[in-house]
C-alpha cells in the first residue's frame, strides 16, 4: 500500500534492474513500489535513519544504506548488513533531484532519531554541521581489530556519506592524549575514537589540558567499538556493530553527556571519566589481564575467576566513604533505547563551570562561557588544574622499539611505562572540597571492609557487564556499587548476575545514586582502576569524585 500523500516529500518513476519502481520519499521512508500482473503493489522500503551515503552519475543514483536485523530498537548485540541500491532514469533532472534530496537525508537535523519521539524530544538533541571529522585509531585495539574494522567498514561508510576525514594512526601509548590537546581543532565537528575505551580515555583527558577546552569539548565524541571492552558503545546500545556507530557518527546526532572528576589528593592530580572508577577486585582483576591481552574479551573473565578464587582477594579492603546522595533508585527505569530521563538531560554545565574556586577550593558554576573567540583570559588559571603529562621522548622510543617485539601489541614493560607517564605532574594547585569522613557531618557517612567499589556513569562497563543499570547518560549523578566480602560461591553469584544487571539486589551488594563522594583505602591493595587504566595510589588516599552534568557532547545513535 502507497504511503499517504500529505506524508510525500518527493516521488518520481525509476528504474531498478530494467524494472520500473514508484520510488516515493516520505517524512519518514523511502520507499519503492513495484507494479504486479495482479495489479497489487510490492512495497520496499528503508528508514530515513538508515541511510548514509550515495553516489551517482548523469543517469544513476546509488543509494547506500544499512539493513537491521531483528529488534531494531533491541539495546544488545544489534546486528547489520551493508545494503545498496541503485536506480537510473533517463532524465538527468530526475537523477539530480534524487541527489539533492538524499544529499539533505545523509544529516540527521531534519529527521527524528526515534519514531516514536515527539517533537519536544527531539529537540533535546544536537545535530552536528557537516564539518572535518578527526579520527583516532589504535591499530593494536581489540586484538588488531580496529584498523581492518576502519579499512573495511567504517572508513567506506564515511566515504559514501561525502564526509571529509583527518585520520590519526596512533603509534605509541598517549599518542591521542598529546597529539589532542596541541592540534588545531578549527573547522573540526567530531572527535572520534576507533579502539576500546582507553582511547577515549586519552583523548578526554587531553580536551581537558587545552587553553580552548570550554569550545573543545563542545565538539561531540564519537566511538566506534574496536577493543577488548567497549563498555561506552555497549551502554548506547551500538554493542560490538562498527556500522551502526558510524551511522550514528554520520547522521550527527549528539546529547550532553556527564563525566566524572577523580581527584587524588595526596598525589594532587585530576584524571576525568566517562565510564568507571574502581578499587578493590576490580582493579585487582584489572591489573592481572593485562597479562592476557591475547585473549581479547575472554581475558577479563579468566583473571576475575582467579582473583576469586585466591583467598587474599576476597578478604576485601578497609575502606570509608562519605557521599551527598543523588536521586532513589525507586521508580528510576533502567537506561534503554530511548530513555525519557537520557532524552531530557537533568541539566548541563559547560567545561568552564566546572574549574576550582581559588578561595573556597571547591567546583563552583562560573558565568556562562563566553562566545568562540573572546574571553579566554580566564583559560590560564584553569589550565593548571588538569593533569599534564611529561613529554619524555626516550620513553617513547622504548615503548615504540618494544611494541615491535610484543605479537600481542604493547608489552608488559612498555604498558608499565605507560600506566606511568599518564599520572601526569604534581602540581601545586587549588583542591577541590572533600566531603567530611565524620560521623557528625550531615553527609552519609560508612567506614566498612568492602570486597570492590565501583563509580559508574554509563551502564555498561564492558561488553558483558551491565554493572550499573540505573545509570544514566545526562542524570547528574553516579551509581555507586559496593561489594561486600563473602565465600567464593556468594562472590560468583553476585558475579554471575552481572550480565543481566541482576545483582543490584543481592545480599552484600549496596547500589546508590550520588553526586559526589569522598573514598579512603585504609589498608592499601591495588591501584585505582580509571576507565580500564590504572593509576597506582598510596595508602590512605583521599579520592574525591563529582559527577559534572552535561560537560562534553556524544555522538548516540538513531
Known sequence: MAPSASGVIFTTPLIHRNDTYDVILTSRELVWLKSSNSGSKKKFAVYLEDLYGYSSSDFVIVIYYLKRLGDRYSKKRVRTKSCEIAFRSLDVMIIQGWVEHVRNLISVSNVSPIPYMSTDVSLSFGSSSRGKLLVYVNPFGGKKKAWNLWIKVVEPMFLAANLEVEVVKTTRANHAFDDIRCRSLVGISGIVSVSGDGLLHELVNGLFLRADKVD????????????SGNGLAHSLGLGDNAALAALA???GLHRPFDLISVDM????RRVWSF?????????????DSEKYRWMGEARFTFSGLKKIMAASSRQGTMMRLAWESGPSIEGIPSCEYGCPICVFPHSTRSAESAVYSPTA???VPTASPAPIGEGHEVEEEVDEDFMVVPDDKDEDKDEDKERENEEGGIGEKAQAKQKERVRGEERDVPLPSVLPLNEDSHFSVEKERLLSVWVC???????????APYAH????????LSLKPGSVMQTLKALGKLEKGEHVHLRGVDYRKVKRMTLVLEDYGSPVD?????????????IVMESHPGICQLFVRG
Open 361 to 363: 577550593g571547591s567546583v
Open 530 to 542: 580509571i576507565d580500564g587504566e590504572l593509576y597506582e595510589i598510596s595508602a590512605n588516599e583521599q
Open 457 to 467: 556513569n554509563v551502564p555498561d562497563v564492558s561488553s558483558d557487564m551491565l554493572a
Open 216 to 227: 573543545a569539548l563542545s565538539i561531540p565524541l564519537g566511538v566506534i567499538p574496536g577493543g
Open 265 to 268: 589528593l595526596q598525589l594532587q
Open 473 to 480: 547518560f545526562a542524570d547528574g549523578s553516579m551509581d555507586v
Open 275 to 287: 565510564l568507571f572508577v574502581s578499587v578493590g577486585l576490580v582493579a585487582a582483576v584489572e591489573v
Open 249 to 251: 557518527i554520520i547522521k
